[in-house]
């Protein structure tokens, strides 16, 4: 079947915020994608293109919605539906540039994923078997799920951004769930014990859906999740493991080249002992950026030093840019790619550097922005290819839900393999 129509409209994210919804047609069958947007971005991303102006305080995509609907789709139309590397290289070579910047990634992953979507369609397959490789589709990921935020996600004093916990013990993909739900409650019963006496609001959450917690700083917030989790039963470490994102970049001060957190700045050196200590103290399994995304020294020295006891999870960092994985690869400067599919800009691209990192035998985490809509896309990619890992938030807000909620359709109707813990990095 070939593509006969592609349409492009404005919708409004998670943070009420304007993104690109795109609708491919071919013969009777159709599918719809929607684009998500970071707040936290990395510099090394492919280019989201906004319109600028005094609409929705410039963040409108009117004219990345034009680009599909004239350049893009020109492009695709006629094309077979089911050649999504084909389509993907059309998309890329319309654009022109390697950082899609002349019709916007937005632009050009809206083509591609709902590209991916018309062809389930069309051979009545679900995604996550169309996106699979030959060899058939994978496991149901192992979940980190947000409890705590701060950064740029929250209305908070605490410079980190995610908190999140990674069910380690758990032996299917709805235990997952389970265990994590029981650590959010625990957690949320402790903010609002802190915060006030009596009443039984649930405390405020950010935009991913973890609480904002009412502390400054990191030690308080992993003395909070560690005493959460033993709350809800669990076993520190053993059964419930605490992953971070750092998120560095965004308080990396490149005029004094060190890291501003909290009140004090710190030299490459002494961030990098503030991490190892966190690892020390704390049951950490994965850690994010937890240096800058240009800071290729800094993470090469703390691999050095920890790599082979956590995860060391690059956004950031690689931005899942295949050029930067393969240089992040040949210096050792992590052990774990975080894999967005509007950081590459296409289906193909986002597939390519999760198999790259997979033949190098780092562990990758699909994830989600922290502007999201209901789309779930993520959920069958992160099963398609085996991807072992995913992040997409807490376990609120539908834009979250959808996709947690995606995986247990995907359970029930799989024979519900779990990648566990053995999917985190280092690798045996
Ligand atoms: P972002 O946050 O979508 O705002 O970039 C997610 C992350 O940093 O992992
Ligand atoms: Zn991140």
């Keep these: 079947m070939r593509i006969d129509a592609v349409d492009a409209w404005e919708v409004l994210d998670s943070r009420g915020d304007p993104t690109v919804r795109v609708r491919v047609d071919a013969g009777d069958a159709s599918g719809t994608f929607t684009v998500p947007a970071g707040a936290s971005t990395g510099a090394h991303e492919a280019v989201e293109r906004r319109d600028g102006g005094d609409r929705y305080g410039g963040r409108g995509v009117r004219d990345a919605c034009v680009a599909v609907r004239n350049d893009l789709a020109s492009a695709v139309e006629g094309r077979p539906v089911t050649d999504q590397e084909g389509i993907d290289a059309a998309l890329v070579d319309r654009d022109g540039t390697d950082d899609l910047s002349t019709l916007g990634a937005n632009a050009v992953l809206g083509v591609s994923g709902a590209v991916a979507h018309a062809a389930a369609d069309a051979t009545g397959r679900p995604l996550y078997e169309v996106l699979a490789p030959d060899s058939g589709s994978g496991d149901l990921p192992m979940p980190m799920i947000n409890v705590l935020s701060g ?52 405390p405020a959450v950010a935009d991913e859906g973890g609480f904002v917690p009412p502390v400054a700083d990191a030690d308080a917030a992993f003395e909070l999740l560690v005493g959460a989790i033993r709350d809800a039963g669990y076993d520190p470490g053993d059964e419930v493991a605490i992953a971070v994102d750092v998120a560095a970049t965004h308080f990396y001060d490149a005029d004094a080249d060190g890291y501003a957190l909290a009140g004090e700045t710190l030299d490459r050196a002494a961030m990098i002992d503030r991490v190892v200590g966190w690892i020390d103290d704390y049951p950490v399994r994965s850690v994010e950026d937890p240096l800058a995304e240009d800071d290729w020294a800094g993470w090469e020295r703390l691999a050095d030093r920890v790599g082979d006891r956590v995860q060391l999870l690059g956004d950031d960092l690689l931005a899942t840019n295949a050029d930067r994985l393969d240089r992040a690869v040949a210096s050792g400067a992590a052990n774990a790619a975080l894999v967005k599919p509007n950081q590459a800009g296409t289906i193909t691209r986002t597939r390519r550097v999760l198999e790259a990192a997979q033949d190098a035998d780092w562990a990758p985490v699909v994830s989600a922005r922290s502007g999201e809509t209901c789309d779930w896309t993520i959920a069958d990619l992160a099963v398609a290819l085996d991807a072992g890992q995913i992040k997409i938030g807490s376990l609120a807000r539908s834009e979250r839900l959808a996709k947690y909620n995606r995986l247990l359709g995907i359970d029930r109707a799989s024979d519900g393999g779990f990648a566990g813990e053995a999917a985190l990095a280092p690798r045996e």
Excluded: C, K, M, N
């Design 151 to 202: 950064g740029l996600h929250a209305a908070a004093d605490l410079p980190i951004q995610d908190f999140l916990a990674v069910p380690v013990g758990a032996g299917t993909y709805p235990d997952a769930l389970e265990t994590v739900w029981e650590v959010r409650r625990a957690a949320g019963a402790r903010i609002g014990a802190e915060r006030r006496s009596g009443g039984d609001h649930p």
